[in-house]
């Protein structure tokens, strides 16, 4: 069954760009979906195929998707961005990465 | 607006039997393929299954393939999980999501609980 990768956890300074990585075989042929999820709360969805954001999600945030790795982008990391992070994909049947913990310092 | 409510969790002992609803509202529930994601405590978001939007077409995680049957009722917009020989694994929230690009929108959640 298809696997996809996540760090355990993420730290950026206040203000700074944070980068979160989903590792996936041949993951840039496959349409990868972003969710934030924030304690005690449903997930969001912050961007979907690859690089496209949902309205009212901020332009801060971004994504991009090639080879092996799709990458979601924080710029600007602010105290609200604190959150888990999932990475989705959709082979036979939906598959989430394991989620990344993103710390704001 | 969108919204999807999840009713239905509890505490049930291993092997039990448990429905979770889904009540949608704010939007033609007809059109949609919905899901059932679920998160056990303290752990990452788990696909469950999926259903199209009339009802025929359904899959199923291997984890809970055998057990659970998703199905949905048009007429009331409301999305069902029949859950049997429910297993501590089991233990998780239960979320249902709508899904076009990604899941769009998701519910609250409703927490199962299986334990002795």
């Known amino acids: 069954s298809y696997e996809l990768t996540q760090p355990l956890s993420v730290s950026v300074a206040l203000g700074q760009t944070a980068r979160i990585t989903c590792g996936g075989n041949n993951i840039g042929s496959k349409n990868v979906h972003w969710y934030q999820q924030k304690p005690g709360q449903a997930p969001v969805l912050v961007i979907y195929?690859?690089?496209n954001r949902p309205s009212g999600i901020p332009e801060r945030f971004s994504g991009s998707n090639s080879g092996n790795t799709a990458t979601l982008t924080i710029s600007r990391a602010q105290a609200g961005d604190e959150a888990d992070y999932y990475c989705q994909v959709w082979d036979n049947n939906t598959v989430f990465g394991g989620g990344t913990k993103l710390t704001v310092l | 607006e969108v919204q999807l409510v999840e009713s239905g969790g509890g505490l049930v002992q291993p092997g039990g039997s448990l429905r979770l609803s889904c009540a949608a509202s704010g939007f033609t529930f007809s059109s949609y393929w919905m899901h059932w994601v679920r998160q056990a405590p303290g752990k990452g978001l788990v696909w469950v299954s999926r259903?199209?939007?009339?009802?025929?077409?359904?899959n199923y995680a291997d984890s809970v393939k055998g057990r659970f049957t998703i199905s949905r009722d048009n007429a009331k917009n409301t999305l069902y999980l029949q859950m049997n020989s429910l297993r501590a694994a089991d233990t998780a929230v239960y979320y249902c999501a709508r899904e076009r690009s990604g899941y769009e929108w998701w519910g609250q959640g409703t927490l199962v609980t299986v334990s002795s």
């Open positions: 259903i199209n939007s009339y009802g025929g077409n359904t």
């Open positions: 195929r690859d690089s």
